[in-house]
């Protein structure tokens, strides 16, 4: 198997998130499936199949948690059944909580059998983390990862960064009906602290990645947030999402 540098050199790749707003764009999974490669996130291949979402996955992006609210289980026949080509951390090997222990789980031991499992650069991923004083959700991770490298042009679709709420059905266990319910789930307000997500920091760093990043393409909802203010701060972005 050719290497992730030469597989994506030079590619058109959609990157496919959970959140609520991936329902939005028209015809967006005939648009996803239309890339050259097309990247999932954690539990993102439970999502496949719909019209919003596409039915295709090359790549997929685990932080490696088995914990469900997080990356979810890895099962090798579904890995299988959508012919994933490469399966790949986020998250810095070295990363305090990203422990090599995690390799000793049954759950994913058949990995590194079967896949050469890769992470993100370290220099990347720590960078974010310094910048934006936050645990690095996956989406941005990935997107970071992905930008590292030469291809052509990154759809995101499906990261929005808790400005809309999750898929119904990729986190059932998960009622997050409001933004309050969010909030109190994630601890960003309590615990702001770089162990915790934080929402707000990491959708600024990405603005500021999108304004000098020409390759990056946004979805319908993306495109129409990323210019008002009122989606910058947590305090003020509209319940509608939720």
């Known amino acids: 198997m050719s290497s992730y540098r030469d597989f994506l050199e030079n590619k058109t790749v959609a990157i496919v998130g959970p959140s609520k707003s991936l329902e939005y764009t028209e015809n967006n999974g005939e648009y996803i499936d239309s890339f050259d490669v097309v990247v999932r996130i954690n539990k993102g291949l439970d999502i496949l199949g719909k019209t919003f979402s596409g039915k295709r996955a090359d790549v997929l992006y685990n932080s490696l ?8 289980s890895i099962f090798p026949e579904s890995l299988k059944a959508h012919k994933i ?14 422990s090599p222990l995690v390799y000793s789980h049954p759950a994913l031991a058949f990995l590194g059998s079967t896949y050469s499992l890769e992470h993100i650069d ?14 690095v959700n996956s989406g941005l991770g990935a997107i970071v990862d992905l930008l590292s490298y030469n291809i052509s042009k990154l759809y995101i679709t499906g990261i929005d960064f808790y400005r809309s709420s999750y898929l119904s059905d ?23 602290d770089d162990g915790h997500h934080h929402p707000d920091r990491q959708y600024k760093y990405f603005k500021d990645l999108f304004m000098v990043e020409d390759r990056i393409e946004l979805d319908t909802f993306m495109s129409e947030i990323i210019t008002d203010t009122k989606y910058d701060s947590w305090d003020t972005i509209p319940d509608s999402g939720y």
């Open 85 to 98: 080509k490469f399966v790949r951390s986020p998250y810095a090997f070295s990363e305090g909580f990203h």
């Open 65 to 72: 948690d088995l914990d469900p609210a997080s990356g979810g």
């Open 122 to 135: 370290p220099n990347l991923y720590f960078n974010i983390k310094k910048v934006t004083n936050s645990r």
């Open 170 to 192: 990729y986190n059932p266990h998960k009622k997050w009906e409001t933004k309050k319910d969010t909030e109190k789930d994630l601890e960003f307000l309590v615990q702001d």
